[in-house]
């Protein structure tokens, strides 16, 4: 509308995005609750079990995450666009299993040593990092299709997808190697 209005006053600025502000603020919020709750700790609850299940989550959103490139490369748009969409409600369950395990159980040190010890933590920190950083552009991604812009979809979808696939392999590989240490 206000791209409209000032059409004729030579100071036209394109509209804004109206999500753009929301994601923007989940982006930040999101990574901020996290760490806030990993210094809340609740005890009498035993969420032991959850590290291989979240582990898992992280593989299945890889396979869908590749299965979903494939659907949409074979011009299966719908399939595509489901598979996405069980992509980010893997993530968030990831993300509350994670967030609810660290919260009532102290974080486990890696044992390992020698140089698979900075393999491990070069794994973990990108992970971290790079989960940090995938929120916006999959959110961004995902609201460029959603709202039909699909062309700029496809252009944020080359650096989402890559960094998304790492971020959940990662997830695995940081489980299989940690997971002899946990108690």
Request: proline share 5%; with cysteine; charged share 10%.
């Amino acid at each position: 509308m206000e791209q409209i209005l000032n059409a004729g006053q030579g100071n036209a600025k394109p509209q804004r995005e109206p999500y753009k502000k929301l994601i923007i603020a989940v982006s930040i919020l999101i990574p901020v609750v996290v760490a806030i709750l990993f210094g809340v700790k609740i005890p009498g609850y035993d969420l032991s079990f959850l590290p291989p299940i979240y582990a898992t989550i992280n593989g299945i959103t890889a396979v869908l995450l590749v299965a979903a490139v494939i659907a949409v490369k074979n011009k299966r748009l719908k399939l595509h666009e489901t598979l996405m969409k069980i992509c980010m409600l893997c993530s968030a369950v990831f993300l509350v299993m994670y967030v609810l395990y660290h919260m009532t159980s102290d974080s486990t040190p890696y044992g390992g040593e020698g140089a698979i010890r900075y393999v491990y933590f070069f794994i973990l920190i990108t992970h971290i990092l790079l989960s940090i950083a995938i929120i916006p552009l999959v959110l961004f991604t995902f609201s460029k299709a959603w709202f039909g812009n699909f062309e700029r979809h496809r252009a944020l979808a080359k650096f989402a997808f890559p960094l998304w696939l790492y971020v959940a392999v990662t997830g695995v590989i940081v489980y299989l190697m940690i997971s002899p240490y946990y108690q």
